[in-house]
């Protein structure tokens, strides 16, 4: 660790607590949003737009900092309406930093990009729904749109846009899903016949052993934190394998515990913490496997292994084949640290292990997962209270999207279902991912881009390549709360659609409606906003989806099937829909009076395997021969030189996703500035390298494309030697289109090999300061 940065010693506490009374007064609704925060994620109020964590049942206040300052940021007196635009031109407004851009405020009428100006210009919603209508029913095919959605979005928007798009007859649904826990769904519907996590928020408070593998909850899952606290004070053993030293896994301060708040007191986390390095978890995970059998037979569920599993032979075979020095050399950690963790796991009798981005974005993440269930096969710690399965899920309603349709390979038995019910032929065959929608606007094959929330723009990789793809959109259809750089990658048309923050009330024809939601524990409940809307222009994200449906496919055939103008007067109706056509969704609107919402059944969990042979199946798969994706296949050519790294991208304290509420990354040290790379003090001092000191970034990529980022700042800290972190999406154009996880198709943020060198041209580097 530096001396010149000032990490804390512990995460939470009352730091946390200023952090949230700042950006409360900054929105300049501090009376509001305190209301606001009062409400969120509580019975009767509404759902956090941040993390998909599970609602506690205890406490009087149930949000984090990361929360309050989503809730700050949506919830702003700031605006940006068509003055704005008439001020700025859009190639002026792309030369400003993401952050700039929506720090302007929230977004307040509908706006259309007039080509000959290069200004967005006010539009009625009548003429903006007409002009997407008239663009989609020109396209040559239905697979020449792109139904991109955000994970916000509500479980009643998703149901009509999936039903929206396939009707119009495509399933070219990339969602957000795709960069992140995709490799999640692939492994867990492989192996346990479903891809959801199989335990509820009430597990952590039983197990004995909580293993956390590649995550940062203190930054990205705050409100885990609470839960770890609470299992860890019950004796629970947590275990931690995280590339990265992070304050909050290692001591936490509850901001609600009196004491922690008010002194230097602060709850121990891990018992063991190690630092695998970057790709390495796999190995790792094979190891302690193979320390069980070698040395610990007696932990073998045997009972289980018979009654439930497939290819149990094999994976045995495999482990003995894997050799310590190869868990060695591609965990990064030693026999005897793999050693200490395996006995905790077999020695405690209820155990869950939780993941997230560090494990999903890497070459060979879903084969690491399927390591994670072979351990909880070998040992039996699935099915029962206080242990199991828990993917840790980003943004708030990413699982709900999935569970409602948003899938470009949604199962034959969805779509059948809305077939029979609505007794119409759709497609069937798989439409595009992320980066297979990303090729098709790049080679121009798909035409229009309707962006359900998100920032595609900055939330892909390979960050030329995703511009220009975006940018040869011949419509570019954006439903935003705020400003981004999608907006602004425009060729022809575009529009900004501006819908309404999750904080505000939804007033359709029947009055204020309520939404809903799933959290990444399968628990399905109501939100509804308090706060009136910024603007009367602004629509719900469902009105929108509607409106849009209402147009085109009335257009398209004379009439629809479907009223959905007469839908969206009353979200019951489209719940009622989904009642009868989605699998665990019966009195859907009877369930969600319910105080704390219901429980969707997870069938794994109960022991019923949804596999092709009805068993839960072992991996046997090898160590992967490299970690690297198979564009970067020259690396073996550059592995010996000092300045090769491996390269990890993640997040700030002060980020969720691709907004950046500000340039501070506390918990790290880091005060004012983003352009940075922390960096092991050794690998530096063999390259002569200092501490602050500007360095290059060079990818190392092999498709004759030249990659990199300049004017880097070098930060000292705890991470093992061979790799880098970085922010993203400040470092996305290091990673090419096509560095994707086998059968996951996920962006490898976590394995990006570079060089590094000195910056040649300072005079040429600026880094990002702060708004005023």
Not at 260 to 289: C, F, N, Q, V, W
Not at 474 to 483: A, D, G, P, R, Y
Not at 745 to 754: E, F, L, M
Request: charged share 20%; glycine share 6%; with cysteine.
């Amino acid at each position: 660790m530096s001396d010149n940065i000032e990490k804390p010693s512990k995460a939470g506490g009352l730091a946390s607590v200023q952090s949230t009374i700042k950006h409360v007064l900054q929105s300049k609704r501090a009376k509001d949003n305190i209301k606001n925060l009062l409400r969120m994620n509580k019975s009767g109020g509404f759902d956090c737009p941040g993390c998909a964590w599970g609602d506690s049942k205890e406490g009087h206040l149930q949000f984090c900092e990361n929360g309050a300052k989503a809730i700050a940021w949506e919830s702003t007196e700031k605006k940006v309406e068509a003055d704005f635009f008439a001020k700025h031109k859009v190639s002026q407004l792309r030369k400003q930093s993401d952050y700039w851009l929506e720090y302007q405020g929230r977004l307040t009428q509908p706006m259309s990009y007039n080509k000959q100006t290069d200004h967005y210009e006010a539009i009625s919603w009548a003429d903006a729904f007409e002009l997407i209508s008239r663009k989609l029913n020109q396209l040559s095919s239905p697979n020449e749109v792109e139904f991109y959605t955000s994970g916000r979005a509500s479980n009643e928007a998703s149901y009509l846009y999936q039903l929206f798009g396939r009707m119009f007859g495509t399933n070219n649904f990339p969602d957000c899903s795709n960069m992140c826990h995709e490799a999640s769904g692939v492994a867990l519907n492989q192996a346990v016949g479903v891809g959801k996590g199989t335990v509820v928020l009430d597990d952590f408070y039983q197990a004995s052993a909580i293993f956390v593998f590649g995550q940062n909850p203190g930054t990205n899952h705050p409100r885990m934190m609470n839960a770890l606290r609470k299992a860890a004070k019950n004796a629970c053993k947590i275990v931690s394998f995280n590339n990265l030293k992070e304050v909050a896994l290692e001591k936490f301060a509850s901001p609600q515990s009196p004491t922690e708040l008010l002194t230097s007191a602060a709850t121990k986390i891990s018992h063991l913490y190690l630092t695998p390095i970057l790709g390495g978890d796999m190995a790792a995970l094979r190891g302690m496997a193979k320390h069980i059998f070698e040395q610990h037979n007696q932990a073998i569920n045997t009972q289980f292994i018979e009654q439930h599993t497939h290819a149990y032979q094999a994976y045995q075979q495999a482990v003995k084949q894997t050799s310590w020095q190869s868990i060695e050399a591609q965990s990064g950690l030693t026999k005897a640290e793999i050693q200490q963790a395996a006995d905790i796991f077999i020695q405690s009798d209820k155990v869950i292990s939780c993941w997230a981005m560090g494990i999903t974005q890497h070459s060979h993440s879903v084969d690491t997962i399927k390591e994670i269930v072979n351990l909880h096969l070998l040992t039996g710690q699935i099915g029962k209270p206080g242990a199991g399965l828990c993917p840790v899920r980003g943004h708030s309603n990413v699982q709900g999207n999935r569970t409602m349709g948003i899938n470009e390979k949604a199962p034959l038995d969805f779509i059948q279902s809305l077939e029979n019910f609505y007794a119409t032929e759709l497609p069937k065959q798989s439409g595009h991912n992320v980066q297979a929608a990303l090729k098709a606007l790049h080679e121009k094959s798909s035409k229009v881009l309707i962006c359900l929330g998100g920032n595609l723009a900055s939330a892909a990789a390979d960050t030329e390549y995703t511009h220009q793809a975006i940018t040869n959109s011949e419509l570019n259809v954006q439903i935003s709360t705020k400003l981004n750089r999608s907006h602004l990658l425009v060729s022809d048309q575009a529009l900004i659609l501006p819908c309404l923050g999750r904080t505000e009330i939804d007033m359709q024809a029947t009055g204020p409606q309520q939404i809903t939601v799933e959290d990444t524990f399968s628990m399905v409940h109501a939100s509804s906003g308090l706060t009136p809307p910024i603007s009367e222009l602004c629509l719900s994200e469902t009105a929108i989806v509607a409106n849009m449906a209402h147009a085109t496919l009335s257009e398209k055939t004379g009439e629809t099937s479907i009223n959905w103008l007469h839908l969206i007067e009353d979200y019951s109706r489209i719940r009622d829909l989904i009642a009868k056509t989605v699998t665990g969704f019966e009195d859907f609107n009877q369930k969600i009076t319910q105080k704390h919402g219901f429980h969707l059944a997870n069938s794994a969990a109960n022991l019923t395997w949804r596999t092709q042979n009805n068993r839960a199946q072992f991996n046997p798969s090898a160590l992967p021969t490299s970690i690297l994706a198979d564009c970067y296949s020259q690396q073996k050519k550059v592995a010996n030189d000092k300045a090769f790294f491996m390269l990890q991208s993640l997040r700030s304290h002060d980020q969720y996703n691709t907004t950046i509420y500000g340039l501070d990354d506390r918990y790290r040290g880091i005060k004012g500035q983003r352009n940075i790379v922390f960096i092991n003090p050794d690998d530096a001092k063999k390259l002569n390298l200092t501490e602050s000191q500007l360095i290059d970034i060079h990818s190392k990529c092999d498709q004759g494309i030249s990659r990199k980022v300049t004017g880097f700042s070098l930060v000292f800290y705890d991470i093992p030697a061979g790799n880098l972190a970085a922010y993203y999406p400040e470092t996305n154009p290091l990673l090419a289109i096509d560095s994707v996880g086998k059968q996951s198709y996920t962006p490898t943020s976590k394995s990006i090999p570079v060089t590094i060198c000195e910056s040649k041209d300072h005079l040429s580097i600026q880094n990002q300061t702060s708004q005023e």
